[in-house]
C-alpha cells in the first residue's frame, strides 16, 4: 500500500527551539518525496525534495530508507515558519500521495 | 503573473445544484490536476490530465467530472451537490517528468 503518515496534527515549539515534524512512508517502490508548506492566505508550494539533499529556509530533511521515514528539521524556529507543511510520496504517472498534514505553530 | 488561477476562490450553493470550478495555468505545462481538501486539512488527489488526457483517476463518485478542453485549461464540473462535497479543491500543473507541482489559491467549495 502506497501511504504517507504524518502522526502530529498540530505541533507548538517556542522561537529559537529546534523543530522536528515526522514524516513516514509506505511505498514498495523506488521512493520520490517531498515536503510541501502553505502559509496563512498562500498557496501550497514545494519546500524542498530528497533527491536535492538542500536546505531551504534553515530546513532540511533526509530520507532514511531503513526506517521509512523523511522528517524535516530546523534547528532554530522562527515565528516565519508557522504554516500547514505536507509530507508527500511522488509514485508513478506522476501521482502524489500527501500526508495530513502538520500544522506548526512557533511560540514568539 | 498569477501561474494557476482558480475560478472562483468562493462557491456557496445548495445541495442538489450543478457547479463548475474552472482552472487555468500560464506555465506552458502539459499536466494538470484536482485536488480535494477537506475540513481536516486532509489533501487527496481526485484526477490527473496529461495533454488533456485522463491519466489519474481516483475513487471519485461520477458526479464529478473533469473536463481539459486544452492543455491549460481543467475544469471540474460537480453534478447532483451532496454536504460531504463541501471542501477546498485546489488546481494544480506540472510538466510530466518534473517533479514539482505548482497550485491554485483553492476554491472553497460550501453546500448548504
Known amino acids: 500500500a502506497q501511504r504517507v503518515t504524518q502522526p502530529e496534527k498540530l505541533l507548538s515549539v517556542f522561537k529559537g527551539a529546534p523543530v522536528e515534524l515526522k514524516c513516514n512512508y509506505s511505498?514498495?517502490?523506488?521512493?520520490?518525496l517531498f515536503w510541501y508548506v502553505q502559509y496563512s492566505r498562500q498557496r501550497l508550494q514545494l519546500l524542498l525534495r530528497?533527491?536535492s539533499r538542500e536546505s531551504i529556509k534553515g530546513f532540511t530533511a533526509d530520507l532514511n530508507k531503513g526506517e521509512t521515514s523523511f522528517h524535516l528539521k530546523k534547528p532554530f524556529a522562527q515565528e516565519e515558519d508557522s504554516a500547514m507543511y505536507y509530507c508527500?510520496?511522488?509514485?508513478?504517472?506522476?501521482?502524489?500521495?500527501f500526508g495530513p498534514g502538520t500544522s506548526l505553530s512557533v511560540i514568539p | 503573473d498569477t501561474a494557476v488561477s482558480q475560478t472562483p476562490k468562493y462557491l456557496v450553493t445548495q445541495m442538489g445544484n450543478d457547479k463548475s470550478i474552472k482552472c487555468e495555468q500560464n506555465?506552458?505545462?502539459?499536466?494538470m490536476y484536482w485536488y480535494k481538501q477537506d475540513s481536516k486539512k486532509f489533501l487527496k488527489i481526485m484526477f490527473s490530465?496529461?495533454?488533456?488526457?485522463?491519466?489519474i483517476n481516483e475513487t471519485v463518485p461520477n458526479r464529478f467530472s473533469p473536463k481539459s478542453p486544452d492543455k491549460a485549461h481543467l475544469n471540474l464540473h460537480i453534478n447532483s451537490l451532496e454536504l460531504g462535497d463541501s471542501a477546498v479543491y485546489f488546481c494544480?500543473?506540472?510538466?510530466?517528468?518534473?517533479?514539482?507541482?505548482?497550485f491554485g489559491p483553492g476554491t472553497r467549495l460550501t453546500v448548504t
Open positions: 494544480a500543473s506540472s510538466q510530466l517528468g518534473s517533479y514539482e507541482q505548482y
Open positions: 511505498y514498495s517502490g523506488s521512493p520520490e
Open positions: 530528497h533527491i
Open positions: 508527500a510520496l511522488r509514485t508513478s504517472y506522476d501521482k502524489v500521495i
Open positions: 506555465l506552458g505545462h502539459d499536466t
Open positions: 490530465y496529461n495533454n488533456k488526457e485522463l491519466i
